[in-house]
């Protein structure tokens, strides 16, 4: 089917002066040109020079995302992680976080613009429909489609536009070098470092947001509260970091003494209140969702149950260990205090555990 655009505008293929961007041929392929519209042309379509302008703005937005992309490769590599800025609005943070994160995206907001505007001032903007075919397509239409497509990729002008097409290539060569780097968060493993917590004896348990020591008449049956052990702050000022309070978070929960099953350890609860690790065993999502009847630990994440009336066992989910337990008593004033610190690695199981 060869059409022609015969809608009443000022837009004539048939003037080479008037169709500086589509050629004749291309023009006789292009689906049947929308009625009654009015097509304005653009500085673009008559002017070389803005159309020259346009292509040397598109490519630098794409240049500068390629710009924003190396930034991104060199922070990750230059920047130490424990490196903490002070940013007004957001206050202290850290610093490779920051600039990962605003050159990442400038670096997709800088294609996504270029895209934008290389379409709106270079590309075709003749309104155009297409007649609805059958589903199954025969021969001449497969083979309309395929000519609509480098119709396409000609009207889009990557084949003509040198500039455009090596700026766009390079920066759509180095946008997932970010994904390909940032495996390096896969490692190293922690080895023993999830063994070693915060806990240890004798060390008071206190609320996660007061710090206050707790007493077991603060926790009615059926409730669950959320802790830590009683040095957490000192450490956090002096590590600079939330890694050990990640992995000294517990949760606490009272339930009747005969209602427990089973435990890690022989009377590690007191009074009916055990004391478990926060952090999920499957990839470390913490969990807080309790269901007092059933003693069921739900997490968020992943849907992973773990029953703590028996011993932490998970129950359901992608989880595979149980949570660790924490052995809990009173000191002589009554507060809750560790009896030891954690017996089994805490937080997620994919790492190499045996260390
Ligand atoms: S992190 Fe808890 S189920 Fe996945």
């Not at 003693?295 to 149950?305: A, D, G």
């Amino acid at each position: 089917m060869t059409n022609k655009f015969d809608i009443n505008n000022t837009f004539d293929p048939d003037k080479e002066d008037q169709a500086p961007k589509i050629s004749k041929e291309i023009t006789t392929k292009l689906p049947t040109a929308a009625k009654g519209v009015d097509h304005y042309l653009r500085r673009t379509d008559t002017d070389p020079k803005a159309a020259r302008r346009a292509e040397i703005q598109v490519a630098t937005l794409f240049g500068a995302s390629s710009f924003f992309t190396l930034v991104f490769l060199v922070s990750f590599v230059a920047i130490p992680r424990e490196k903490k800025i002070a940013v007004s609005l957001i206050g202290v943070t850290g610093g490779q976080n920051l600039v990962l994160g605003v050159s990442f995206g400038f670096a997709i907001l800088l294609i996504g613009i270029g895209a934008i505007h290389w379409a709106k001032k270079l590309m075709s903007d003749v309104e155009v429909v297409q007649e609805r075919k059958e589903i199954k397509p025969a021969d001449d239409v497969q083979q309309e489609a395929l000519d609509a497509f480098r119709v396409g990729a000609e009207e889009s002008g990557i084949g003509q536009r040198k500039l455009i097409r090596r700026s766009l290539l390079g920066a759509l060569a180095l946008f997932p070098l970010p994904f390909v780097v940032m495996l390096r968060d896969l490692g190293p493993s922690p080895k023993g470092e999830l063994r070693e917590t915060a806990w240890e004896e004798d060390l008071h348990i206190v609320t996660d947001i007061t710090y206050q020591k707790i007493r077991p008449e603060d926790i009615p049956v059926g409730n669950l509260v959320s802790a830590m052990p009683e040095n957490i702050l000192e450490i956090q000022e002096e590590e600079q970091n939330l890694n050990e309070r990640g992995k000294s978070a517990i949760l606490l929960v009272r339930m009747r003494p005969e209602e427990i099953k089973s435990q890690q350890g022989p009377d590690w609860d007191y009074q009916g209140i055990v004391a478990y690790s926060k952090i999920c065993t499957h990839v470390g999502c913490p969990i807080a969702l309790y269901e007092q009847r059933t003693h069921h630990l739900l997490c968020p994440c992943h849907q992973s149950t773990f029953d703590l009336a028996d011993s932490g066992q998970p129950i359901f989910g992608p989880a595979a260990r149980r949570l660790p337990q924490l052995a809990i008593t009173v000191d002589e004033e009554g507060y809750l205090i560790a009896r030891q610190g954690f017996q089994e690695p805490v937080g997620p199981s994919f790492w190499e555990r045996g260390a």
